[in-house]
Structure formats: C-alpha cells, structure tokens
C-alpha cells in the first residue's frame, strides 16, 4: 500500500541550542519515506569526475510518492536542492552542500515495451525510467532491434540526463527519438508533455531540475531494424570512442558546447592548450575538449582550466565558449 504523505502533517521543529544539524533534516529523518536518507555523503561518488564536497543530506529517491512529498517540502522550507543523473556532466564545488541532492533511483530505472492494439504491427515504442542509465536503454534496443539511439552507448549518464541535456553524437540527439515525457513540478504534480510542445535545442532542454522541472521517464520511438545491424553500430560507436576519447580517466565528457560552425577541441587544440596542467587537472592530450582528472584534481583545479580556455579562445579567436558541463548550485 502506498503511504501517503503530506506536508500538512509535517511540523518543522524547533531547534535546540548546540544542536548541529538543520532543523528541516531533523524533521525529514522523522518522516516515513521509502527512499533511502544518506547524511554528510560524499559527492566523489556521484560524478564521473571523482571530484566535490560532501552533501548534507542526500535522498535515493525510489518512487513517486516519495518525490511529490519531497519536492513541495523543499520550496517550503526553501532547502538548497539540486537533482543528479550520473553526474556525468556536473562540476561539483570541493566546498560542503549544505542542502538535499535528489538521486532517483528504485521504480525510475524502469524499462517498459509500450504494446499496440494490433499484435502483427510493433509499434517500437518503450517508456523508460530517469534513472535508467543510458547504456542499458542501448544494449536493451539491441535486443529488440531497434535502431536510432545506439549513441547512448557512449553517453554515461541516465535517460533523465539525457532528456535534460538533449544529449546526443554521431548525428542524432535525444530529443529526435522523444514523443512525450512525465515530469513533476515544485508543487509535486506530474505532467506529462508532447516533445513538440516541448523546447529542445543543441544540448538544452527546458526540463531540467534546474528549472524547478524533474523528468520522472520518457517515452521513445525507435525504428525497427535487424539486431545484428543495431548491434553493428553499437560497436562502432563504441569503438569510435575507444579511439578519439580518454575513455579510461575520469571526466565529464566535452566541456564546451561546439560553437555554430565549428569545433570547441578545433579551437582549443589550435591555441595550444592540449595538456596543459593545473594541479592534477589536465586538458587530455587525446581530446582537448575533455579536462581529465589526473587523480586529486579539485573543482577549482577544474574550474581554472576552464577560465582559461575561455579567455586564450577568446582572445586569438573572438570566439566565447559557453560551457556543456552543468556547476553545481542551487536550483530554482
Ligand atoms: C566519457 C563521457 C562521454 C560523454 N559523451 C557525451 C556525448 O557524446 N554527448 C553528450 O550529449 N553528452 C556526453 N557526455 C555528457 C553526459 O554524459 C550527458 O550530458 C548526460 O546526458 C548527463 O546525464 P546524467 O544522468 O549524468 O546527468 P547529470 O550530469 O547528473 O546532470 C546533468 C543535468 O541534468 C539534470 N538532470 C539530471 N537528471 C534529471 C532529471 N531526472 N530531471 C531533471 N533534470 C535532471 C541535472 O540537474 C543537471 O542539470 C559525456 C560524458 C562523459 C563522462
């Protein structure tokens, strides 16, 4: 049976003298939720940089119960916030967090075929989960044949990164293959929205935790296809990577969006910027848009990098970098 929660029975307590902890995680350490509360975790883990601070509170959120609780919790008591994926495309500050990272999990790392009516026509439709992680959606339509997103084999982030992100390679982005997606509100009301009435553009989507939005799944249109061949360019995706990325050190991808009509590793490379070091930061001398994390890079490490890659472009290019890699702050 589902528990249902409501912020009506929730009473902020009182906070004692020499009591260390916020007083709304008190409060939320007393409420029955299902999801899992982690206190003062470590951030190192949820980003493929290995880099950040510790979180004060961080939720495992596994149903939508628990989500449409917490959501209208947090702008109540207006609690810093921020939503994660895999991290794969997140700068986390080596400073402490001193709100809730929300980190779905459980019931959105579902994978459901949509049926038709009619048995002899498949209609190559899934819903899938926000945390369903990119990797296992491509291997899955493999199996089905189903052909379009085998790009996500490279991408190490979650069907709700990807949405959010737009993500995208080899020519295709997510948004192609979207035909609706269910997200909540601040409010923690679900909607769900047709990709066109929808804005998408190059690695942006107006879904996103940072705009008060939190995809909860999405549903996909694929093409039907022969699963040797879906198969066939999942590898050479794959290999693709192997050969032009530093696939084996931690980073966050690309961290500049390619400006119109050309290319930010074009760019950077031409400036002389390949390998360039600070503190254990590095731009890869195998990519140069992707800044590798040596070992004990710091956020900051990261962030001069990036300062400087801007400002040298900048100057011999007249060109500005607007960076892809999403800095953990606050959401709406
Ligand atoms: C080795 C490597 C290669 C990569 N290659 C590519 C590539 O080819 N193409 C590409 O586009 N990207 C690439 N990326 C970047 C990254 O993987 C994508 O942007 C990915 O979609 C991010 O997903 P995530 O789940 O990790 O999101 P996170 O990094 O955790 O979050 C990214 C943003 O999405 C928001 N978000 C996450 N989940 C939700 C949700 N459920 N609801 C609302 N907002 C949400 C976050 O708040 C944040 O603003 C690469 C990264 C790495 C490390």
């Not at 008190?26 to 470590?42: C, D, F, M, V």
């Not at 293959?177 to 909540?184: G, H, K, S, T, V």
Request: charged content about 25%; glycine content about 8%; some cysteine.
């Amino acid at each position: 049976m589902l528990t249902v929660l409501s912020l009506q029975n929730i009473n902020i307590k009182e906070k004692m003298p020499g009591e260390e902890q916020p007083e709304w995680l008190e409060t939320l350490e007393e409420t029955p939720l299902t999801s899992r509360l982690r206190r003062k975790e470590s951030l190192k883990r949820f980003n493929t940089w290995r880099i950040g601070g510790v979180a004060e509170c961080l939720i495992d959120v596994v149903n939508v119960t628990d989500l449409s609780f917490l959501l209208p919790f947090i702008s109540k008591y207006r609690i810093p916030w921020f939503i994660l994926g895999k991290g794969s495309n997140l700068l986390i500050p080596d400073s402490s967090w001193p709100g809730i990272i929300l980190h779905l999990s459980g019931e959105f790392k579902s994978w459901e075929p949509l049926e038709n009516n009619n048995p002899s026509r498949k209609n190559n439709e899934v819903s899938a989960g926000a945390a369903l992680a990119d990797v296992t959606f491509a291997q899955r339509c493999v199996t089905q044949g189903w052909s379009g997103m085998e790009f996500l084999i490279g991408i190490p982030g979650t069907i709700g990164g990807a949405v959010a992100m737009n993500a995208g390679a080899h020519g295709g982005e997510t948004a192609e293959f979207l035909m609706q997606a269910e997200w909540m509100d601040m409010e923690g009301n679900l909607h769900t929205s047709l990709r066109d009435d929808l804005e998408f553009r190059y690695r942006f989507s107006e879904l996103n935790g940072n705009y008060g939005k939190i995809i909860t799944r999405a549903v996909f249109k694929l093409q039907q296809d022969d699963p040797e061949s879906v198969e066939k360019k999942l590898l050479e995706c794959q290999q693709f990577r192997r050969d032009n990325q530093p696939c084996n050190q931690p980073s966050c991808g690309s961290v500049f969006k390619n400006p119109p009509g050309d290319f930010a590793a074009r760019l950077i490379e031409d400036c002389g910027l390949k390998a360039k070091m600070c503190g254990d930061a590095q731009i890869s001398p195998i990519h140069a848009n992707f800044i590798v994390n040596l070992g004990k890079a710091s956020s900051a490490d990261i962030l001069a990098l990036i300062d400087t890659v801007r400002e040298t472009v900048l100057s011999k290019h007249s060109i500005y970098l607007e960076p892809e890699v999403q800095i953990l702050q606050s959401s709406v």
